[in-house]
């Protein structure tokens, strides 16, 4: 998945969408839009890995693209964006799009060869370098180290088995980079719009090498509407609440907030996948964790 707080900013919202959005917004604590969020990021990735024993890696990968691509274009009918953005915007909105092709794709081979936690807790590694190199501070330096620990721990003794397996999940954290960076220049150029724009871009750059292994689903009712629900969870649900809870929470609450993620990966890993962490994982996953709840990114 590898995404999460590069499109998820107040700023990501347009004012008509904010007024739209401000009835529900005020009855709900933006904590458990959060919550909500953080829950189905990892809950749709583990239901596709329930879904690998029917269907290929990447086949589930453009499942989940098509879907949420489907869902926003249905809900944002993004070509109207695009044909209000400046050439500059398009080619933000293209870029985005290949990222997040490339990073669901990479995301997916990762957690088919390595606990859901344990791919969750390396994907916070970037930001994490990304914010010491936009707020250069003994808080931040201190806060990398902490993770580039925990992620030590979680690797140590298994890379050699799993080189793979890391190196894709590796992959997907520099990809998670380029998806914070291009999402903030996306959010304030539509927003959840964007996002959609975004999503069909990746569908078109994906298609032409997980189409194929996608097509045994699409001849299964049963594979299809799992495939949907996979979009649906994984790529519709985090990012509508992320913007909720943005329009609320102070930009610091919310990083803070950030470290609970690997803590929820581990769960839903044990809940829906029995992947049960080992002592050493855990305190890994803890080093992770505490790493993330320290940084602090610069402000815009």
């Keep these: 998945m590898g995404r999460f707080a590069g499109t998820c900013k107040a700023s990501g919202m347009s004012t008509s969408e904010a007024s739209r959005a401000a009835p529900l917004a005020r009855r709900v604590p933006p904590q458990l839009f959060f919550v909500i969020s953080a829950v189905f990021h990892y809950l749709g990735p583990a239901c596709a890995v329930l879904l690998f024993a029917r269907v290929e890696v990447l086949g589930v990968a453009w499942l989940r693209i098509a879907a949420a691509a489907l869902v926003f274009t249905l809900w944002r009918r993004p070509w109207r964006l695009w044909r209000r953005s400046s050439p500059a915007d398009r080619r933000t909105l293209l870029a985005l799009g290949l990222v997040l092709a490339a990073m669901n794709g990479c995301f997916y081979l990762a957690i088919a060869r390595l606990p859901l936690a344990t791919v969750g807790a390396i994907?916070?590694?970037g930001p994490i370098g990304l914010a010491l190199a936009g707020l250069h501070s003994r808080r931040n330096v201190v806060a990398l180290g902490l993770a580039a620990a925990g992620v030590a721990m979680l690797t140590q003794l298994r890379l050699e088995g799993d080189a793979l397996g890391y190196a894709l999940a590796f992959a997907n954290g520099g990809?998670?980079?380029g998806y914070i960076m291009l999402g903030h220049r996306v959010a304030g150029?539509?927003?959840v719009d964007g996002l959609a724009v975004a999503m069909l871009v990746a569908l078109a750059a994906i298609s032409p090498i997980a189409l194929g292994p996608a097509l045994p689903a699409l001849a299964d009712p049963?594979?299809?509407l799992a495939g949907i629900g996979v979009g649906i969870a994984s790529s519709v649900i985090p990012y509508v609440c992320d913007q909720l809870a943005m329009a609320r929470l102070?930009?610091?609450?919310f990083a803070l907030m950030l470290s609970l993620l690997p803590a929820t990966a581990a769960g839903i890993g044990v809940l829906?996948?029995?992947q049960?962490?080992?002592p050493r994982e855990l305190a890994g996953i803890g080093l992770v964790m505490a790493g993330v709840a320290l940084h602090?990114?610069?402000r815009a």
Excluded at 250 to 253: I, L
Aim: no cysteine; hydrophobic share 60%; aromatic share 8%.
């Design 189 to 191: 150029a539509g927003g």
């Design 296 to 298: 602090r990114a610069a």
């Design 276 to 278: 049960v962490p080992s």
């Design 222 to 224: 049963a594979l299809l």
């Design 123 to 125: 994907e916070f590694l």
């Design 272 to 274: 829906v996948l029995g």
């Design 175 to 177: 990809l998670f980079v």
């Design 250 to 253: 102070p930009r610091a609450s």
